[in-house]
């Protein structure tokens, strides 16, 4: 089955830590996105990647950081910089027609800071 | 900056009420997509509207693409409780051709039965 996965699925960490959520997708998409979503609110963009060893800050970077050296995977970092980092987290892919196809969404992962 | 808008916010429909949510852009869009998201679950992908006063539908739900391309609504006729959900839409962000998207932020959908 093509797809996006995301891992873990809940993630619970303490103030002060670093944490890397991972996204892996088999759909051989080049653009990848991260997302989050805060209750009751719609998505803000966090970093993107068009192709493999390049990405952009999105909306709200701070405080994380990616990486993008294989197509398949774009992981993000959530930084102990990240002043409010409990959230829902969600990781997209597109390709073809870049600027005009969907994006297939993770499942996402929540992130609990304790 | 570019901004994208929906209202309502929530809706509290009874079963087989019509429901409607509206979308308006800061910008002209060269297209607009929608997206679903059940409660707990992730986005997914409904439609794009690419041409100016176009009309898609898909079973009960209807959308529209302004003819300016700056607005754009949903329509579901006769609700059921699996319309309950979240729905966004999506417009690209700036005039590049970068994929990337600038989503509104959601009207909400409860259906009581």
């Known amino acids: 089955d093509g797809g996006i996965t995301q891992s873990p699925k809940y993630l619970f960490r303490k103030e002060g830590q670093n944490v890397t959520l991972s996204c892996e997708q088999n759909?051989?998409?080049?653009?990848m996105y991260w997302y989050r979503q805060d209750p009751g609110q719609g998505l803000r963009l966090i970093y993107y990647?068009?192709?493999?060893?390049?990405?952009q800050k999105g909306d709200i970077a701070e405080g994380y950081s990616v990486s993008r050296e294989k197509k398949e995977s774009f992981p993000l970092t959530v930084t102990s910089a990240q002043k409010n980092p409990t959230a829902f987290y969600l990781c997209?892919?597109?390709?073809?027609?870049?600027?005009?196809?969907?994006?297939?969404f993770g499942p996402g992962t929540r992130l609990t800071v304790l | 900056g570019q901004q994208v808008m929906q209202i309502p916010q929530y809706q509290h429909v009874q079963e087989g009420e019509d429901f409607t949510t509206y979308c308006n852009s800061s910008?002209?869009?060269?297209?607009i997509q929608w997206y679903k998201q059940r409660p707990g679950g992730h986005p997914v992908f409904l439609i794009q509207?690419?041409?100016?006063?176009e009309v898609k539908k898909q079973k009960r739900l209807t959308f529209q693409f302004g003819e300016a391309k700056k607005n754009s609504s949903l329509h579901i006729t006769a609700t059921q409780t699996t319309d309950v959900g979240t729905y966004f839409c999506a417009g690209p962000y700036g005039s590049s051709n970068t994929g990337k998207l600038i989503f509104g932020q959601g009207t909400t959908l409860q259906v009581k039965p």
């Open positions: 990647s068009q192709i493999v060893n390049d990405f």
């Open positions: 997209a892919s597109s390709g073809g027609n870049v600027g005009r196809g969907e994006q297939f």
């Open positions: 910008t002209t869009l060269s297209n």
């Open positions: 509207l690419v041409k100016s006063g």
């Open positions: 759909l051989n998409h080049d653009a």
